[in-house]
C-alpha cells in the first residue's frame, strides 16, 4: 500500500516567504530569462545576478595569467 503524500508545513521558514511575484519580474522581466530559464536557476545564481545588476562586485576582477591558465586547462572546441 502507497504512503499517504504529506500535508505541507504552514510555517514560515527562518528565512521568511519568498517573494515570487517579485523575483519572477526580476528573473523574467529585467533578465530576460525565459521561463524554463528562470526555474532551472538556482536562488544564489538568482541573487548574484541581482547583485551584478545593482553594481555590486563578487571579487577582484581575473588577470591575464589566470584566464591563459584557464584556456590552457579548458580548451575550446572538441
Known amino acids: 500500500m502507497p504512503k499517504p503524500l504529506r500535508t505541507p508545513s504552514r510555517a514560515v521558514p527562518p528565512w ?3 517573494p ?3 523575483v519572477m519580474a526580476f528573473g523574467i522581466g529585467r533578465l530576460g530569462l525565459s521561463p524554463l530559464a528562470f526555474w ?3 536562488p544564489r545564481e ?3 545576478a541581482a547583485r551584478g545588476m545593482n553594481g555590486e562586485s563578487v571579487g577582484p576582477a581575473m ?3 589566470t584566464l591563459a591558465a584557464l584556456g ?3 580548451p575550446d572546441g572538441g
Open 63 to 65: 588577470g591575464r595569467a
Open 46 to 48: 538568482l541573487a548574484a
Open 72 to 74: 590552457a586547462r579548458f
Open 40 to 42: 532551472r536557476a538556482t
Open 16 to 18: 521568511g516567504v519568498i
Open 20 to 22: 515570487w511575484d517579485a
